[in-house]
């Protein structure tokens, strides 16, 4: 349990509620393979079948603790994830190099009320910013065309790339070798798949900041330009007794090698990030 400052928040901070799509817009060369190991990963955000623990969505369960502090009295399942529409461009319409406002143009092509747009970029497309400061990002933007009593409606959305060939090193760390610091054997993915194995780790990753930071004032610690988020606030802890190299102690897939910490949907596993939990003050581990 690593020890962090208590997060900063306004006063009410507006978290998302209610029941929210995840919509996936799929940019580029992606196999059906590839995609189901993500598509199955949401799912499991709300699973309610026979859990086998640990699981993701007791991972998830940490962000109830969130709409806690903004309200006590309330139910702590204030908001429900599901998985919505599967938007596929294989053919790259926006060209395979791709500039932040074209990350949101492609977001919007997801439902813009009770929606977080996930655009998932290629192994082959470049994004600003990708590799060099970032995996991926989450906002908002105002939607166009949904207005809600005569108001614009912000829509959340993440962006995560598939680093598998760009830079692994920074991006599907502890799948691969990292590039900086110190080094130690890379683990075996849990599904098979450097690149979207990372990508579930990233994705995951912003979900939790976009559950309880949508708009940027919601829960954070540092700068509201560089905030540290509820799994940014970990970052590089996944299992007991981590530090900076060393994922922590993790579960081991004995058939296939992967190392995972959370079951999922349909038999899948997962290697999933610590979250701050705010009323320990810690960051939470499943393992």
């Not at 813009?112 to 590799?131: E, K, M, P, R, Y």
């Amino acid at each position: 349990m690593t020890t962090n400052p208590p997060f900063f928040t306004t006063t009410m901070a507006p978290l998302l509620s209610g029941k929210i799509s995840v919509n996936l817009i799929w940019y580029g060369n992606f196999k059906p393979t590839q995609r189901a190991i993500i598509s199955d990963f949401i799912t499991s955000l709300s699973f309610s079948g026979p859990e086998i623990q640990p699981s993701v969505p007791t991972w998830w369960k940490t962000t109830d603790k969130y709409y806690h502090l903004v309200n006590p009295k309330r139910p702590s399942s204030s908001l429900s994830l599901s998985l919505g529409r599967q938007i596929l461009d294989e053919n790259y319409s926006l060209g395979k190099s791709l500039t932040g406002e074209q990350i949101v143009q492609l977001a919007s092509m997801g439902g813009q009320s009770n929606a977080i747009n996930v655009v998932l970029t290629a192994a082959d497309v470049a994004v600003d910013g990708f590799c060099m400061s970032k995996c991926g990002t989450h906002g908002s933007s105002s939607s166009k065309g949904a207005h809600v009593k005569g108001k614009n409606y912000k829509f959340a959305y993440i962006w995560v790339g598939n680093s598998e060939t760009q830079c692994p090193g920074q991006c599907a760390w502890p799948f691969h070798q990292p590039v900086y610091g110190p080094q130690s054997p890379p683990l075996v993915a849990p599904n098979n798949d450097v690149g979207i194995d990372g990508m579930v780790i990233n994705l995951a990753s912003l979900l939790a900041g976009t559950a309880t930071n949508p708009f940027g004032n919601g829960y954070f610690q540092g700068p509201k330009e560089a905030p540290l988020e509820a799994a940014s606030a970990c970052t590089g802890v996944y299992g007991r007794g981590a530090y900076p190299g060393y994922a922590g102690e993790l579960l081991v897939d004995h058939s296939t090698g992967g190392s995972y910490n959370a079951h999922g949907a349909n038999g899948r596993k997962y290697l999933v990030p610590a979250l701050y939990d705010p009323s320990t003050s810690s960051c939470a581990i499943l393992v």
